[in-house]
């Protein structure tokens, strides 16, 4: 379907002189972009993988319902860098002389093979059968797949000021579908009023009706990534898409810094004032959600690119760039490890059938560290075995490109 492709890892140096003069190619790449994607790479590894899910620090864990933690930055990060990328990547084609169909092709060939995966990792081991008639449709490589297709279609020929109404519409609309329409078969009514019943919102309730046996099997009534809230996701990854507009454009550097900051300053601004109506949540992904979100990212973007690229302090970056070359590899392979050692492989300890994942938490980390230590240390190691698999892969020149 596709093969690996081989390609010379490159860090880009920046002149100080682009700090006060205009960039006149978009040849000019940031290491900060790479650093951001390889930051949210690692992030996720992170809180996926602790050592027992009933101890892990508050900030490493989701937010319950309403309101936000670091945690749940990390998959709207992931969108809005694929917004970026999309934008840098598809100006790079139109200046080698791409014509627009084979880019409109490419787009979808890569929203087809992103969501692809997502089932390959849903579906894995592949067996027995019910693994396929079961399996969940929804998932985070499934919302990314659409996500990107969706937008990177949508800002294709568009204007920014189109791109503004887009966004303006797919926010406001599923605010006013999400709180002002009544819900088939509620009691309390329009939407509003049923926010804070995870089963009971008009997300919910189509996920049963388009998903029904096929939505996470933690609630099994709603699914953080349900069709009707990836209309919202859209937005994120236009919003990212907006911002590699003006990151790829021909101002100094201390401009676009400047708009970045400003820019994510409002956007955390406005999102929390939203959150007094339609609050911040990331399993509806909610409007007020994604401004607030994306306003997060242009100031860690922003800063992360104050700190690299403008005062060149990379000493630190070169595990996070490596994260960040083979996100597809990262995401995919930690996750087939992920279920393999947290539920499939099993070994006999103390006398039972234990997976070897608890087995290695018990013996090498909770024996000797708190909980929530040993939890996270767990954890940190796990993102570490991964890094040396991608550093492998690094020094091999190897990326996997979707």
């Not at 919202?232 to 003006?246: F, K, S």
């Not at 700190?307 to 990262?330: C, F, K």
Request: charged letters at 10%.
């Amino acid at each position: 379907m596709f093969a690996p492709q081989v390609a010379t890892a490159t860090r880009t140096t920046l002149d100080p002189a682009l700090l006060t003069t205009p960039v006149t190619t978009q040849a000019q790449r940031l290491l900060a972009v790479d650093v951001f994607r390889g930051l949210t790479v690692a992030s996720m590894l992170l809180v996926n993988n602790p050592g027992s899910w009933g101890a892990i620090y508050p900030p490493l864990e989701h937010a319950v319902w309403n309101g936000w933690t670091p945690t749940d930055l990390i998959f709207p990060f992931f969108l809005f860098i694929a917004g970026i990328t999309t934008h840098l990547s598809l100006s790079a084609r139109r200046a080698r002389g791409d014509d627009e169909g084979a880019i409109t092709r490419q787009i979808i060939k890569r929203g087809i093979l992103i969501v692809l995966f997502g089932f390959l990792v849903a579906t894995f081991p592949y067996t027995p059968l019910t693994r396929f008639t079961n399996v969940r449709i929804p998932g985070v490589l499934q919302r990314i797949g659409v996500a990107y297709t969706f937008a990177a279609l949508l800002t294709l020929r568009t204007t920014l000021k189109q791109q503004v109404i887009i966004l303006v519409t797919l926010l406001y609309g599923y605010w006013f579908a999400m709180t002002l329409i009544p819900v088939p078969g509620a009691d309390g009514g329009i939407g509003a009023n049923l926010l804070d019943a995870p089963s009971r919102t008009m997300a919910a309730w189509v996920d049963r009706l388009l998903l029904d046996g096929h939505l996470w099997v933690s609630s099994k009534t709603w699914d953080p990534e349900g069709p009707l809230s990836t209309i919202p996701a859209i937005g994120t990854c236009i919003l990212g898409v907006m911002a590699g507009r003006w990151l790829g454009s021909d101002r100094p550097l201390s401009e676009r810094l400047s708009g970045m900051f400003a820019a994510g300053a409002l956007g955390m601004l406005v999102g929390l004032m939203w959150h007094w109506s339609f609050p911040i949540n990331k399993s509806l992904w909610t409007s007020s959600y994604v401004i607030f979100t994306a306003g997060m990212a242009c100031v860690t973007l922003a800063t992360i690119t104050w700190i690299t690229d403008v005062h060149r302090v990379t000493s630190w970056t070169q595990p996070l760039v490596i994260y960040g070359m083979n996100p597809m590899i990262a995401f995919v392979g930690s996750g087939m490890m992920a279920r393999t050692i947290y539920t499939l492989w099993k070994v006999e300890y103390g006398g039972k059938m234990v997976a070897v994942q608890s087995v290695v938490y018990q013996t090498v980390f909770a024996s000797w560290l708190e909980p929530e230590n040993a939890s996270l240390a767990f954890a940190l190691s796990f993102v570490l075995l991964w890094y040396g698999i991608l550093w492998i892969l690094w020094r091999r020149k190897i990326i996997l490109k979707v």
